[in-house]
């Protein structure tokens, strides 16, 4: 069965303090793997896609990279600002729709 | 607008009701997408438009939901006959094409509770 798993649920870092998120995910046929944040009351908002092993992704301190099995977002001195909902999703093989990750919650205080 | 628009923001309404939930995508994109959002849960897919192509449903709950898309732009949701466990947050999504390189982009939702 395809599937997208998310670790931490939720993680609570101190302002610089660098950590990084994981989304392992099973399907066949991986066609793309995608980062969006969410913030309370709002639809996710695109960050980043991965289509291939090794490939790596960067926007300001986020840095995202992508395995045969499994995907990391490295966050970099981290702000309050970035504290948000961190969801993966991955392109189903059939059609065109997203099997979205449960998301994980980042708190990052001052 | 140059976003996805969705309306209405928030919905309340009581159980046994029909509510229709509207989406109007970014202008140009053939691909149209609604997702479901639960408490607790991450986001299940419900339906996809492509162009002029058959729907892909395989997401819908049940038969008390609906989806239509008029001339390739607007879509609205229908869920008859309302339950409580249809409150979620429904989130609509829109790509140029629905290809695998093309991220989607998502409205700020519709947040439905039946009472």
């Known amino acids: 069965e395809d599937q997208v798993t998310q670790s931490p649920e939720a993680l609570r870092l101190q302002e610089g303090e660098s950590s990084s998120l994981n989304c392992s995910y099973t399907?066949?046929?991986?066609?793309?793997l995608f980062w969006y944040r969410q913030d309370p009351g709002k639809g996710p908002e695109f960050l980043f896609t991965?289509?291939?092993a090794g490939e790596e992704k960067e926007k300001e301190r986020l840095k995202a990279t992508l395995t045969k099995k499994e995907s990391f977002l490295h966050i970099t001195a981290p702000k309050p600002e970035d504290s948000a909902t961190y969801l993966c999703?991955?392109?189903?093989?059939?059609?065109?729709?997203?099997?979205f990750g449960q998301g994980t919650e980042l708190s990052v205080k001052p | 607008g140059a976003g996805v628009s969705q309306s209405p923001s928030n919905k309340v309404t009581e159980k046994g009701k029909d509510v229709e939930l509207r989406c109007d995508p970014i202008?140009?994109?053939?691909?149209l997408y609604w997702y479901r959002q639960s408490l607790g849960q991450g986001l299940e897919f419900l339906i996809y438009f492509q162009g002029n192509s058959a729907p892909d449903k395989s997401g819908l709950p049940s038969d008390r939901f609906s989806a239509e898309r008029t001339g390739g732009s607007v879509s609205t949701l229908t869920i008859q006959r309302t339950q409580q466990e249809d409150s979620a947050v429904y989130l609509c999504a829109s790509s140029p094409a629905g290809l695998p390189n093309q991220p989607q982009h998502f409205g700020d939702g519709t947040r439905l509770s039946i009472l």
């Open positions: 999703a991955v392109f189903y093989n059939q059609g065109g729709k997203l099997i």
């Open positions: 202008s140009g994109h053939t691909a």
């Open positions: 991965l289509y291939s």
């Open positions: 399907v066949s046929g991986l066609r793309g």
